[in-house]
């Protein structure tokens, strides 16, 4: 029986006992713990939600009552006053206008659930700009997107909207009501609305973090608080629901079910709240209790189980520990077990291999610390190449001052800045600043040459100049134009400029030259040519990666424009070089 442990996958062996075990073992005793607890949490719930709803619904009723009643007192009333617009005597015109007014302030000033009445009569008059009334005329009535809603109905609640208000934008809900003469006759509509803070404050009541609809006897959703998170299809399922009140569950998205309980009132109002169902469950202390108990006896059961397989794993491990322990010991290795064909026989196996390996290196180490310290001699002469050079320079620049070569004199001092800049000591990142004189030397060098036919402009963001780019990167392009680019050619221009675009920093480069050839993207037979652009287009690829790197187009006037999008470097440290020991070309 034991044998397995040599040959069976690790791997198979410890999940296909152990997992297996544990995981059948907590899977049974979970579902038989939910499936006790999970039904009567959800009936006390819904009991205890039931009871809070219908205490709410008489509340909120006693409210949306009220608001109609002011309603239908103001229809009345306005009747009677019988406001005419058309009134020749100006007094009693102005007398009707100021008790219309009052009238309907009076409402807005009766209880803080109104904000503001709005009148839609065929003679519109001006009211108080500062009072809650607004008169508007009857045309207008059905330009509103809630018309629909009261068109073929003598009065409606209207569903939460928007308004303008002294105070800015204010979410509202509104009662209309048509106004008929003793007549008959329509001649106007009142709509009063009414603060939806104050319709949620009544179906909130004293509970916190709830979600709550309510929806009028046509179905239609009135005001809401919290997110329900329901779908179309529920809520029309509410709509076809007969019962005055009741709980449901049902499944309100892909994700969760949830427990729905409503209550309606006498009117047919019908009051909604929805409760994750994950929420009843998460909050049961029974049910953690049950879950803590189970999983302590697992853990239990689990620890002799995890305990007799566990020896038999740490057998190999730690006789392998003992072998390790005998370094540098040489020739040790063949006493390691050879029995073993599993991960474990890898494992010894591999490690006679390294040690083997390791014997061989240290056989080679004397060696290649010799190679070492001639590598560091070499460096160190180097070192003294570029000084050599910078003083030769400085020294033809003297002579050229004394024999009155001025132009020889200004190329040398040119030459000399841009050796030492494209030296830099040996670093492969540089300031944009000392990149931009590089460049701007070397076409200072080009104009002596071209005289007034080469013309240049650099135009350089100074928030990047701090910034740092790999060393030469420009350099390349610009050669590239006035060598072939006004190859044949008695005048040219280049434009270089340097943006900060976002996080990246963009490079232009532009030439009114004779453009690219239209092969020039494609592979050579032959390696001729164009060593400096592809170093830097292999540079950057190596330092940075997609979607850094260099484009090279047309430009519409004639000519060439690159554009080279690097990254902002604050500091040196953030760029790890990288070296591709596999491609020669890197």
């Not at 152990?18 to 009991?47: G, K, M």
């Not at 009741?246 to 009051?271: C, F, H, I, T």
Request: net charge neutral; aromatic share 10%; with cysteine.
């Amino acid at each position: 029986m034991f044998t397995m442990f040599k040959r069976v996958r690790i791997g198979r062996l410890f999940f296909g006992s152990f997992a297996a075990f544990i995981a059948v073992l907590l899977l049974v005793t979970s579902w038989i713990s939910y499936s006790l607890t999970s039904r009567e949490l959800a009936d006390n719930t819904a009991n205890y939600q039931q009871d809070l709803l219908n205490e709410l619904n008489k509340r909120l009723v006693i409210q949306l009552n009220s608001i109609e009643q002011m309603s239908l007192a103001a229809y009345r009333n306005i009747d009677i006053i019988g406001y005419d617009q058309l009134e020749s005597d100006l007094f009693e015109r102005n007398r009707r206008k100021t008790d219309l007014e009052k009238l309907l302030a009076g409402i807005t000033y009766s209880t803080m659930m109104v904000q503001s009445v709005y009148l839609y009569t065929e003679h519109p008059f001006a009211p108080d700009s500062q009072g809650p009334i607004q008169v508007f005329n009857l045309e207008k009535v059905r330009e509103e997107d809630w018309f629909p809603e009261i068109q073929n109905n003598d009065s409606a609640w209207i569903k939460e909207r928007t308004i303008q208000t002294m105070k800015g934008q204010m979410p509202v809900i509104g009662f209309a009501r048509k106004l008929y003469n003793n007549s008959g006759i329509y001649y106007g509509m009142l709509l009063l609305n009414v603060k939806s803070s104050e319709i949620q404050n009544l179906i909130r009541g004293e509970t916190e973090g709830r979600s709550r609809l309510l929806f009028d006897a046509g179905g239609r959703e009135i005001a809401a608080i919290g997110d329900s998170n329901l779908q179309e299809s529920e809520l029309e399922k509410l709509k076809l629901v007969s019962e005055k009140s009741g709980s449901a569950r049902l499944s309100a998205n892909k994700q969760s079910d949830s427990l729905l309980v409503w209550s309606k009132s006498p009117s047919n109002w019908m009051l909604v709240e929805v409760t994750p169902w994950k929420n009843i469950i998460n909050g049961s202390i029974q049910l953690a209790l049950i879950l803590l108990t189970v999983g302590l006896s697992a853990i239990i059961i689990g620890f002799f189980v995890t305990y007799f397989i566990s020896r038999q794993f740490t057998k190999p491990i730690k006789l392998l520990l003992a072998f390790m322990g005998k370094l540098p010991d040489r020739g040790f290795t063949t006493d390691l077990p050879k029995d073993y064909t599993n991960e474990f026989g890898n494992l010894f196996n591999g490690y006679r291999k390294q040690m083997e390996r390791i014997e061989e290196l240290m056989d080679s180490l004397k060696a290649q610390h010799k190679r070492q310290r001639e590598a560091e001699i070499q460096a160190l002469q180097a070192m003294i190449n570029p000084h050599f050079l910078y003083n030769t320079l400085d020294q033809l620049n003297w002579l050229a001052i004394d024999s009155g070569q001025d132009k020889i004199s200004k190329i040398l001092s040119l030459m000399g800045k841009m050796f030492r800049i494209g030296l830099s000591n040996g670093e492969t990142l540089i300031p944009i600043a000392d990149e931009i004189t590089h460049v701007e030397c070397y076409l200072q060098i080009q104009q002596i040459r071209w005289g007034d036919r080469l013309s240049f402009t650099l135009n350089v963001d100074e928030s990047a100049r701090d910034l740092f780019i790999p060393r030469l990167t420009l350099q390349p392009f610009i050669e590239n134009a006035i060598i072939h680019g006004f190859h044949g050619r008695k005048t040219g221009e280049i434009r270089v400029s340097v943006q900060l675009v976002n996080q990246d920093i963009q490079f232009y480069i532009w030439d009114n030259g004779v453009g690219l050839r239209p092969d020039w993207n494609q592979p050579k037979v032959r390696k001729t040519g164009g060593y400096g652009v592809r170093n830097v287009k292999e540079r950057i690829d190596a330092y940075f990666g997609p979607p850094y790197g260099v484009q090279m187009a047309k430009s519409e006037g004639g000519g060439t424009v690159v554009t080279v999008l690097l990254p902002q470097i604050q500091y040196k440290e953030q760029v790890e070089e990288r070296y591709y020991v596999e491609n020669t070309d890197h």
